[in-house]
């Protein structure tokens, strides 16, 4: 087998495959340049004795096998990720359940004692508050523009 200087040919290529946008790049490159230009190519890179056919399929080798490769780890992705989803259903159908449940429970108890949080935007929750709008309160977004525009202003 034929190496490149200091490592092997696999290695070669993808050392270039990195500066061409990975193996499809440098397979559309090692197609479209001309023999001086692969030559070079191929002096630059250390590599000798090796033909540009055997190269291009080497390449195309690489590519294939990467490709099958993503593609598995894409597919174990989508299952350990849908098997983790299906395996806490239940728990996930409760939490459903709690969220969308309109109880008396302002504060998000669930039978188990355990506190949620609850916004409370409900008008009557809403009267409760104690709070006091500020002075200079607007709704007339000119007014806010103009205030915001103010150079210099302190908040």
């Known amino acids: 087998e034929s190496k490149a200087s200091g490592g092997s040919l696999e290695d070669a290529i993808r050392i270039?495959?990195?500066?061409?946008?990975?193996?499809?790049?440098?397979?559309?490159?090692?197609?479209?340049?001309?023999?001086?230009?692969?030559?070079?190519?191929?002096?630059?890179?250390?590599?000798?004795?090796?033909?540009?056919?055997?190269?291009?399929?080497?390449?195309?080798l690489m590519s294939s096998v990467e490709g099958e490769e993503c593609i598995k780890v894409c597919a174990r992705s989508l299952e350990e990720a849908m098997e983790a989803f299906s395996g806490d259903r239940a728990s996930f159908d409760d939490y459903i359940r709690r969220s969308m449940s309109s109880g008396d429970n302002s504060m998000g108890m669930d039978d188990e004692g355990d506190r949620g949080f609850s916004v409370q935007l409900d008008s009557v929750s809403l009267s409760k508050s104690g709070?006091?709008?500020?002075?200079?309160?607007?709704?007339?977004?000119?007014?806010?523009?103009?205030?915001?525009?103010?150079?210099?202003?302190?908040s």
């Open 131 to 154: 709070g006091t709008m500020p002075e200079d309160f607007s709704h007339d977004p000119k007014a806010m523009i103009a205030r915001l525009k103010q150079k210099g202003r302190q």
């Open 16 to 60: 270039h495959a990195g500066m061409h946008g990975g193996l499809d790049g440098l397979l559309v490159k090692m197609e479209s340049i001309d023999e001086a230009a692969f030559e070079r190519l191929m002096q630059d890179a250390g590599i000798r004795g090796v033909s540009r056919s055997e190269i291009v399929r080497r390449i195309r």
